[in-house]
């Protein structure tokens, strides 16, 4: 999403000067004003309003959506479109819910082992939440304190600070379908419907989730097709183009089951050589939904071969937090871009952070933020004792405050700012 807030200034360095001095006072966060922030297509629709007050949390702006099926909280402008798309998507099943057609599937429907004849109306989504911490403890020094799934389950990390655990997210995002619709078939069948709707079929929004079972089941189990706004004409190829581009997500993600794609991504692991516990433990975290670590892992299949790699999947296994491997995956996406554009040598772990090794020395740092203010948590990133005297780029996708930009240029880091 292009942003009127996110200057690109493609290749651009904001190189250290050597009389920058480190800001003597912290800064508090600005709230921000998502009218500055967004492109004016996205501040209203038909079926939602973003509120104008947009806060940040020194990296990530925080957003909230009043749409006529719930209030929404998005942590970052990407997710933003990407519950914008959402919503669309629910009103088109909504739509499909009152047609004749939606009703004969019922009729025809032998066993629906969900509530398929609920109205999309009468249990609108309340998540109003207070303010969460997001991507802070990425930037902390964790040492050796990564740990595996195994020995995290049915824990918060320590870092949640009010965030959902990793079990409050397996009801959402974790297959096509659920359990009780393990019907050979029906898992394509809900591709197709999130093709359609150019969403995520394994997005985390339970009312989006509930809405596609709902519908895909009706027709499914009733024996007629499903075309949710568009033509019958409309051929599989174009409606996976406008999904892929919608959500950027692979075309693969809407044509293999998520059996084929955990067969997949096991495979890849292997051949990468991340040991057998290892991947298991990939497979017990509840907080990674079925695209998260398609993504993911596709991606890191990208870069250098080495250790580096199991060091990542180290990294993205210790993740219990939905929003958190959100980030990772558009840390890990940016990475994949930048290498193919500019190859490293290596992929490297910072703390969390993933990173890449340049043939001239220099450690890149992808950090996909909206806004960063010189708190003191930044601070303490910038001046990291395990960073010192090393050559260091951070690649940003948002904007910096003045006084954050200051502040690591003092510290000698090279600041990107990428798409």
Known sequence: MKSMYAPILAGGLLAASAHAQIPQAYEIPPVLSASRILP?????????????????????????????FGVF???????????????GAIAKLAAVSRTDLFAEGVKRSVEAPID?????????????????????????????????????????IDESDGEMSGDDWAAAGRGAGSAAKSVAGYDKAKLDTARQLGVDPYSDNKRLQEEMDKVTWAFFAGGLPLR????????????????????????????????????????M??????????????FLNKALTVSLRHG????????????????????????????????????????????ALRPYVEVKVLGRLPGGLTADGYLEVAAPVDYVSWTQQ??????????????KRLLITGKMSKAASAGFAATNWQVVYTK
């Open 116 to 156: 398929a004849v609920k109205n999309i109306a009468d249990d609108p989504e309340e998540a109003v939440k207070k303010l969460p911490s997001t991507v802070g403890h990425f930037f902390k020094k964790v040492g050796s304190s990564i740990q595996t799934t195994a020995e995290r389950v049915g824990h918060k």
């Open 40 to 68: 004016a297509d996205e501040l209203q629709g038909p079926h939602y309003r973003v509120r104008d007050s947009a806060p940040s949390d020194g990296y990530m702006t925080h957003f909230t959506i009043d749409s006529d």
């Open 269 to 282: 692991m292997e051949v990468m050589g991340v040991p057998a516990q290892l991947i298991e433990d990939v």
């Open 378 to 391: 930044v601070a303490e990133f910038a001046r990291r004792d395990d960073m010192t005297g090393a050559k």
């Open 296 to 339: 993911i892992l596709s991606n890191l299949s990208k870069m250098p071969a080495g250790f580096g790699r199991v060091d990542v999947v180290k990294a993205m296994v210790s993740l219990q937090q939905h929003r958190q491997l959100v980030f990772f995956q558009t840390a890990m996406k940016q990475l994949a871009e930048r290498h």
């Open 73 to 87: 909280n998005c942590v970052g402008e990407r997710q933003v479109s990407q519950r914008i798309q959402e919503i």
């Open 228 to 267: 949710i706004g568009v033509s019958a004409v409309s051929g599989g190829a174009s409606l996976a183009l406008t999904a892929t581009k919608t959500t950027g997500l692979p075309a693969e993600v809407y044509d293999i089951t998520p059996g084929e794609l955990a067969f997949r991504d096991r495979t």
